[in-house]
């Protein structure tokens, strides 16, 4: 079987500003992170050309290339464009696609990997396109992220740990082995320990941190908020809590098109998506303390000149992944863009690597959001798993200035608009949009109907999946307000009964 994997994406971008340990022990200006992680682009997908902007970024120039068939040196050539436009269907992303991505075959022993199989592996898929959509990013005046920008920087790649401790929503293949329970500590009960930065949750379609099943627990049930409701209002009052996870929507409607960045999704939702979070955060009177951190969960098929960092990566926790790959969780993915904003970063910062430190092979990847999280708030409780100890992290740079910048742009430029027409909303569910949907049946008890819970959502089209999973947050979250209410142990999570059975 084909299990997909995640795709441990990863980062660095070489360490330009040598001697220079971003880590530091002094107490920290920012009191609130605030992430959002959006979905499945590459770094030289979003960003590579903004190098042309600014030299320092470790982008493209065009000349980056791969062969169609990476043993035939006589095969077409595919260089990278600047002409990326609207992407569907999305580019492959499984596990052996992007093994073959990053190594051009199936030996993985190569140190660094090539980066040599995109436009091979995107012509296995058999798409005449397929070579382009890969082989593409965008002109930086598309994307507000791209647009020439504020105080958003460095631009740290990062990467989707497979840990399985990720800040937000979990890697794929845990999702699709345990939808019902994703076992394991996160970031969220270190803070809750801390009453000081507690953290919240804001979503829209279905809140994907509730793949981790203790977020279920009752003592949760208060945390999560719709953004449309509260995001604005706590951030215009002031009230916006130490930890923030914005989830953006992943079901894509006429009234509400998606904004995840997700293919085939309009990059110009996502990017006005970011736009919005920013000129709120900006507009807040805790401004001065906030840090927000944008991030791409994985690389999404899409291409990456910077090879993968193979070699000395630990494993989290010595999970093996399954037959046939009995991966190990040792090497991270292909580049991902990752943006910090905050007035406490001196403009055009670009950062390449935690130099070393904490350990002479860190990088920066998703686990760092955790690690720079324990540190910003001096959080007593251990590192989530061996990848957080040994991930780089970013608050030492917001260390470097006595005073908060004043010149941050209040309002960022807006994006161009790709998609032309509306969302379609009897398309088929997307797999990722199936597992959203099984887990809105597991908080609404239906996957105790059938022996197949995989299969619930499979013929659902995209507007059935929306209406499913948003009545099965609310019911969950009414029956959990209810079960409070009744003083029910704070530590159970509530237990609906099933409903597929009365659904056509
Ligand atoms: C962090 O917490 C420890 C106690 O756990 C304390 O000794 C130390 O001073 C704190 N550091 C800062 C910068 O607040
Ligand atoms: C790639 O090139 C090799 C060597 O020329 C050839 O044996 C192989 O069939 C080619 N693969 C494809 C998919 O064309
Ligand atoms: C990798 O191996 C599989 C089966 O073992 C084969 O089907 C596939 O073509 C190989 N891929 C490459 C890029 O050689
Ligand atoms: C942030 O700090 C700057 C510099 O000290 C100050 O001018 C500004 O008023 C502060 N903004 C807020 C929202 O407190
Ligand atoms: C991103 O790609 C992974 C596969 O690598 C997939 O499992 C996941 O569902 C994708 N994300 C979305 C939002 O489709
Ligand atoms: C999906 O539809 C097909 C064909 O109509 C049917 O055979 C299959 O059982 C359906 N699957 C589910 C999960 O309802």
């Known amino acids: 079987m084909a299990t997909t994997t995640c795709p441990l994406t990863l980062l660095l971008f070489l360490l330009l500003l040598s001697g220079h340990p971003y880590s530091s022990s002094a107490a920290s200006p920012i009191k609130t992170v605030v992430v959002l992680v959006m979905e499945n682009r590459s770094f030289d997908h979003m960003l590579g050309w903004m190098k042309k902007l600014n030299p320092e970024i470790n982008g493209v120039d065009g000349s980056e290339s791969n062969l169609i068939n990476t043993t035939d040196p006589k095969s077409t050539r595919v260089f990278f464009g600047s002409q990326s436009h609207f992407v569907d269907p999305d580019p492959g992303h499984s596990f052996q696609a992007i093994r073959e991505q990053i190594f051009?075959?199936?030996?993985?022993?190569?140190?660094?990997?090539?980066?040599?199989?995109?436009?091979?592996?995107?012509?296995?898929?058999?798409?005449?396109?397929?070579?382009?959509?890969?082989?593409?990013?965008?002109?930086?005046?598309?994307?507000?992220?791209?647009?020439?920008?504020?105080?958003?920087?460095?631009?740290?790649?990062?990467?989707?740990?497979?840990?399985?401790?990720?800040?937000?929503?979990?890697?794929?293949?845990?999702?699709?082995c345990w939808p019902k329970r994703y076992p394991?500590?996160?970031?969220?009960?270190?803070?809750?320990?801390?009453?000081?930065?507690?953290?919240?949750?804001?979503?829209?379609?279905?809140?994907?941190?509730?793949?981790?099943?203790?977020?279920?627990?009752?003592?949760?049930?208060?945390?999560?908020?719709?953004?449309?409701l509260s995001f604005k209002k706590d951030a215009e009052n002031g009230k916006l809590p130490g930890y923030v996870v914005v989830e953006q929507r992943y079901m894509d409607s006429k009234a509400e098109p998606a904004n995840d960045d997700h293919p085939s999704h309009d990059v110009y939702q996502g990017q006005m998506f970011v736009k919005e979070v920013?000129?709120?955060?900006?507009?807040?009177?805790?401004?001065?303390?906030?840090?927000?951190?944008?991030?791409?969960?994985?690389?999404?098929?899409?291409?990456?000149?910077?090879?993968?960092?193979?070699?000395?990566?630990?494993?989290?926790?010595?999970?093996?992944?399954?037959?046939?790959?009995?991966?190990?969780?040792?090497?991270?993915?292909?580049r991902v863009p990752t943006i910090l904003i905050s007035p406490w970063i001196p403009k055009g910062t670009v950062v390449h690597g935690p130099n070393g430190w904490p350990f002479p092979t860190s990088e920066y990847e998703h686990s760092s959001i955790p690690a720079t999280v324990r540190k910003i708030f001096n959080l007593s409780s251990p590192p989530l798993t061996r990848r957080e100890a040994w991930a780089g992290t970013f608050d030492g740079i917001l260390q470097t200035l006595k005073q908060p910048r004043t010149d941050c742009p209040e309002k960022l430029p807006t994006p161009v608009k790709i998609r032309q027409g509306d969302a379609n909303e009897d398309a088929k569910v997307s797999e990722f949009q199936q597992e959203l949907i099984q887990l809105a049946a597991v908080l609404k008890g239906d996957d105790l109907l059938t022996s197949y819970p995989g299969k619930i959502g499979k013929n659902m089209s995209v507007r059935e999946g929306?209406?499913?999973m948003e009545s099965a947050v609310k019911s969950f979250f009414e029956a959990g307000f209810a079960a409070k209410k009744m003083g029910v142990d704070e530590q159970q999570i509530v237990k609906m009964r099933p409903s597929l059975s009365t659904r056509p």
């Open 184 to 228: 394991q500590r996160t970031i969220f009960e270190d803070l809750r320990g801390r009453m000081e930065y507690p953290s919240e949750y804001t979503s829209q379609n279905i809140p994907a941190t509730l793949f981790y099943r203790n977020l279920r627990k009752l003592k949760y049930v208060g945390k999560f908020h719709p953004y449309g």
């Open 104 to 176: 051009g075959s199936n030996d993985t022993s190569t140190i660094p990997p090539p980066m040599n199989g995109f436009a091979q592996q995107a012509k296995s898929m058999g798409s005449q396109h397929a070579q382009r959509r890969q082989m593409n990013g965008f002109d930086p005046d598309k994307c507000v992220i791209g647009g020439s920008p504020p105080c958003r920087r460095p631009r740290s790649p990062t990467a989707c740990t497979s840990t399985p401790a990720p800040p937000t929503a979990p890697p794929p293949m845990w999702r699709r």
């Open 278 to 334: 920013y000129e709120t955060l900006r507009a807040s009177p805790q401004w001065n303390e906030t840090l927000f951190v944008i991030t791409y969960d994985e690389h999404g098929g899409f291409y990456d000149h910077v090879a993968t960092p193979n070699h000395g990566v630990p494993s989290p926790d010595d999970i093996v992944g399954p037959d046939p790959f009995f991966f190990k969780f040792d090497r991270l993915g292909v």
């Open 466 to 468: 929306k209406e499913y």
